[in-house]
């Protein structure tokens, strides 16, 4: 360890057991603000530092109204505090899950991952809380980000894939004009007067497994249609499974009456997308790399496109 981050530790330690009554002998960092800790006692949690003050808040809410039996919730620090304020950081602490992650290639696991959603559904209901003023509907995120994606064609230009992005912006274009025609707004009204509320973030990444499987990470917890997050994980597995229509159809994710907007959103390119908008400002090789791959995997999407405009044209 570089003496930068044992000055850090030293600090942190301090705080945690001033302010919580958590006395850490070892921290294992997982990633930004993530540690696996250990207390002198041999107890092991998972300690996360926030930016968001509120978003801490409303999960501490959820938590409390929700059964544990499909998910990590936060839990007390040994002084009973909810939660550790430092500067701009809000720290709280999770039981530590012995477990592996999910792996979306493996068909096991993204069944796994499709019953733990379903159970998750199944008791995230009438639950009411406060309002969260930076929920905004999925349609409208997926508009923001082919906005920002449509900022970044000089790029593709500079490189030579200029038609590559005017394919993947006249899709994305195409198929959120098409979702426009879907009630949003009376979905997500009907969501919150139901008390229903999603996950937000189902990647492989944020399911443990030991005995069974667990959901952790509930930073983007929102009341919403329980439909995002299958149009989420729908959209997770199609590269999975080559962009295979038919063998997506097999996970019966949704009720027939919300089959046409969930192949829709499914058909739209908001992970590519998303993946390139994190690329786009790397080095030179990074991005040459990733729009060759992009270019390859394309092609593979097309043709699952013309399989879901078949399928609705046929309705």
Known sequence: MNPRDEIFHYRLSSFLSKEGGLDVQRFSKIKSTIYQIETKSGEKYVLKGHYDLERVKRQWAFFEKI???????????????????????????SPYIKGRQLRYRNEEDRLTALKAVKAFHRQARRIHLPLYAKDILLVDRMKKR???FAMTAGIFREFGYGELFHEIYQTGAGLLKLAANFPWNQRDSLAKRQGLWIHGDV??????????????DFDLLSSAPQLYDYIQLGQRFLPFISWDLRELMKYDMVPEADLDIWLIMMALPSDVMREWLIVSDKSNSLIDAHLQQMREEWDMRKIFLRNVKTVLQSK
């Open 146 to 148: 082919l906005d920002r």
């Open 67 to 93: 059964p544990h039996d499909h998910i990590v919730p936060f839990t007390l620090f040994p002084n009973k505090k909810k939660m550790l304020v430092q500067k701009r950081m809000t720290w709280t602490i």
């Open 203 to 216: 990647a492989s990444h944020n399911f443990i497994v030991n005995k069974k499987a667990v959901l952790i």
